[in-house]
């Protein structure tokens, strides 16, 4: 399904004031290394950032000969120095630039670059060679060979609080995580990338990082309905998951919330909409459902949109059900001027509605941000705080690596409805 999507701006020059996520990104990224978003889209073989959205759209692709050349172009992207910013187009001979011999993820331009920064860089760098392993081992879950498969749930989910109890539940995970160790997927990975292929013990973390990224949604999915007390297996859910993107919907499989299942067994049936302007094509655009769908079973569909646009489109006419939760991933409102315009219909709509939501951030510096504009809506918070099943996987920030490590889905916030006047006195 597709809404009215805003349209392009004329400039395609990275911008702060957009709805789309990936455009103020790539702002962020030529803030602090001028140029840097033209070597990613050059790596990409498109001219400018319309190319690039228009890839996203299915309006066009990106090829490579090989999947050697795709690494190689990815690793071009990470291609600067991290003390002085200089791309290699800037220097006389670009093959100056040198890479950290133990972190395998950062460069510099010079020896005396790399001593002037070491000082900083020695305190992320054992973090930033797991995030150069994981940003590699990723590739997987687009092969198909991640997430690997998991039990149902021995346990209530009231009883599950963290990712400790998860994993208690499913026993030895050895049996599962050889065949993704020793796929075919894996060894063309490690014959093509940049890098020699990690020890054994360091690949095997490395896969559980990465599903632990992919489980993360649904279990934080998970979380909202047993905060919001909800109960699945006594009726029907509906969710929807707005401001949903790449992240989420770029090759998405119908099954990407399973774990949902195994989570709630025996529900009578749970219906995911994702929804947002940077939906990407595939499988899981369909039309959302009237009436409820199979019970035991989770049903993904997605709109192309903003929300509120597709409230007054489907939901006021019937043709889509209203949610018993809204769910957003990184939403960002805080970040610009143009995500939060983008945003403001709909956190208006959600708190006028009295909509149980529920938000993730990466830092606790963006929930503090994100509480603040919330507040001045005069939102009711109900809860906030870092999540148990946040994503164990590190996130680098790309242009400016030597910072601490972030995390998909690190904190929450859970509001509902208006404050109520009096108790906002009190």
């Not at 990106?62 to 991290?82: G, I």
């Not at 409230?311 to 805080?334: K, Q």
């Not at 945003?343 to 509605?353: E, G, I, K, Q, S």
Request: hydrophobic letters at 35%; charged letters at 25%.
């Amino acid at each position: 399904m597709a809404g009215t999507v805003p349209a392009l701006p004329e400039s395609f020059a990275p911008s702060p004031n957009s709805v789309f996520s990936d455009q103020f990104g790539f702002y962020s990224l030529d803030s602090n290394v001028p140029g840097l978003s033209k070597v990613i889209l050059e790596n990409l073989h498109m001219k400018d950032y319309s190319e690039y959205r228009a890839a996203l759209e299915g309006k066009g692709k990106v090829e490579f000969h090989s999947h050697k050349e795709m690494f190689q172009k990815m690793e071009e992207t990470f291609k600067f120095c991290a003390c002085c910013s200089k791309l290699p187009n800037s220097l006389s001979d670009p093959h100056t630039l040198k890479r950290c011999i133990k972190c395998l993820n950062v460069y510099y331009c010079s020896k005396d670059c790399q001593m002037k920064d070491w000082r900083v860089h020695r305190k992320f760098c054992k973090n930033l060679r797991m995030v150069a392993i994981d940003r590699l081992v990723e590739w997987t879950v687009h092969t198909g060979d991640l997430p690997f498969p998991t039990a149902v749930w021995s346990r209530p989910a009231k009883d599950v609080r963290s990712w400790g109890d998860w994993l208690s539940m499913q026993g030895d995970l050895t049996a599962r995580l050889e065949p993704v160790l020793s796929g075919k997927s894996m060894t063309d990975l490690w014959t093509n990338a940049c890098r020699p292929r990690p020890e054994e013990a360091e690949l095997r973390e490395s896969v559980w990082r990465v599903c632990s990224e992919f489980l993360s949604r649904p279990l934080t999915i998970g979380l909202g309905v047993r905060m919001c007390r909800l109960d699945p297996c006594s009726r029907p859910l509906t969710v929807h998951l707005v401001g949903a993107g790449h992240n989420e919907t770029l090759g998405a499989r119908t099954t990407d919330l399973d774990e949902l299942s195994h989570m709630f067994p025996g529900h009578q049936g749970v219906e995911v909409v994702m929804v947002g302007p940077e939906v990407v094509q595939g499988p899981i655009v369909r039309p959302p459902l009237r009436a409820f769908g199979p019970r035991g079973k989770v049903y993904i569909s997605a709109y192309k949109g903003l929300y509120h646009e597709f409230w007054e489109e489907l939901v006021e006419r019937g043709e889509a059900a209203r949610p018993d939760l809204v769910v957003g991933f990184h939403p960002g409102f805080h970040a610009s001027q143009g995500l939060g315009e983008g945003w403001l219909p709909t956190l208006l709509l959600l708190r006028d509605y009295n909509i149980p939501s529920v938000f993730t951030m990466y830092s606790d510096m963006e929930l503090q941000y994100s509480l603040q504009i919330l507040q001045e809506l005069e939102a009711d918070i109900q809860a906030t705080g870092p999540n148990p099943f946040s994503s164990q996987k590190p996130e680098q920030v790309q242009s400016c690596p030597n910072k601490d490590p972030c995390y998909c889905n690190a904190f929450y916030l859970y509001f509902r409805g208006l404050l109520d006047s009096t108790e906002d006195a009190h």
